[in-house]
């Protein structure tokens, strides 16, 4: 990988292109752009990037569509995905984090603030770690590898997902309130709503609980998330 990650850009505002691509170039970034959905599926699926920013409106596939299938392809289910747009109710960030988003970048922006985002949100999923296993009752974590078992079972889950999981297995039983999760599992640079925690509950829940297994992440009213295997009896 040369500089700082492979970026993949889907936008098809030529000028906000030209100009996210010199922004990050200019900050050792490598970025293939493409205005086009089909075109930025084959892109990934080719060489899954380090990161998607991917704009909501675009030629031939919704972004919407976009991010559902690269989360449903094994080779980009894992790559962070930034979502621009300028749509700004609540309702469509939800629908956007719901559909597989990590983040999400209202316009207009600063060019400046998204590369800094972006090099965050790349900090975050590529830690300097030496080899490492979390386990937790029938939940296992290859913390280098990226994988994620229980009871034997390979889970599939997305970046952020895999963060929140991590801290829970590092601090079993243990409460968390939403902001407290914000702080440690996004960052304290992160402008993100506590509302965003409960949509990435929700998606770890399912994906754990896929199998069939009890739920053991447990919801304290007023008090936040645990991981719990007493709440799976």
């Known amino acids: 990988m040369a500089g700082r990650g492979d970026l993949l850009l889907v936008e098809d505002d030529a000028a906000l292109a030209e100009l996210l ?63 621009l747009t300028a749509r700004g109710e609540e309702e469509d960030r939800v629908r956007g984090l719901e559909t597989g988003a990590d983040d999400y970048v209202t316009k207009p922006f600063s060019p400046r603030e998204l590369v800094a985002r972006v090099g965050a949100v790349l900090r975050r999923v590529r830690p300097a ?22 009871d034997g079972r390979p889970i599939p889950l997305g970046p952020t997902e895999f963060r929140l999981l991590r801290h829970f297995l590092e ?43 009890g739920d053991v992440i447990r919801t304290v009213r007023s008090a936040g998330y645990a991981l719990d295997v007493d709440a799976a009896q």
């Open 21 to 83: 691509i010199w922004h990050f170039e200019s900050g050792e970034f490598t970025v293939r752009h493409t205005p086009d959905g089909e075109e930025a599926l084959l892109l990934a699926r080719e060489s899954p990037p380090d990161l998607v920013l991917l704009d909501w409106m675009i030629e031939s596939l919704s972004g919407i569509e976009v991010c559902r299938r690269l989360r449903r392809m094994p080779a980009t289910a894992n790559v962070p995905i930034i979502m």
């Open 129 to 150: 770690l030496a080899g490492e296993q979390l386990r937790y009752a029938d939940l296992e974590m290859d913390t280098v590898g990226h994988k994620v078992r229980r």
């Open 171 to 213: 601090h079993p039983g243990r409460v968390f309130s939403r902001e407290r999760l914000l702080d440690s599992v996004w960052g304290h640079d992160a402008d993100i709503e506590p509302r965003t925690v409960d949509v990435h509950i929700r998606r770890l829940r399912k994906a754990i609980n896929a199998g069939g297994g």
